[in-house]
């Protein structure tokens, strides 16, 4: 079955980057997004970046756009999350996340549930 492993989390500095990996196994064609999501704590996760496997279109958060990216490897079995300029406010748990069907809201109406599979999360730490 689909499954999704992070990787690429640590702390640093505010200022600094960091960039973190999502692998993906058994998908197939049967994801169309993949999306970072985090989570701090005593805060509900939300959505940071998502990709449409197939299109390619990327959407990001507000507070995020301009210094984090989302892309994929060609062979799209990873997906990446580059984060620069970190803000301590970025400190969270983050995870990636995987949509079985082919239509999604923009990225602001996203919600966890419309995602079915995750995998276990990647501490970021900005200090």
């Known amino acids: 079955h689909v499954q999704l492993v992070e990787s690429g989390g640590g702390s640093v500095q505010a200022g600094g980057s960091l960039t973190l990996s999502c692998a993906l196994s058994d998908v197939r064609d049967s994801i169309f997004f993949i999306a970072w999501f985090r989570q701090a704590p005593g805060k509900q996760r939300e959505a940071v970046a998502r990709?449409?496997?197939?299109?390619?279109?990327?959407d990001y958060r507000d507070d995020v756009a301009g210094r984090f990216t989302i892309s994929q490897d060609g062979a799209k079995t990873t997906v990446y999350l580059q984060m620069n300029s970190l803000k301590p406010e970025d400190t969270a748990m983050y995870y990636c996340?995987?949509?079985?069907?082919?239509?999604?809201?923009?990225?602001?109406?996203?919600?966890?549930?419309?995602?079915?599979?995750w995998g276990q999360g990647t501490q970021v730490t900005v200090s």
């Open positions: 996340a995987a949509r079985r069907s082919p239509t999604l809201g923009t990225l602001r109406d996203v919600k966890p549930n419309d995602f079915t599979y």
């Open positions: 990709i449409g496997r197939s299109t390619g279109v990327k």
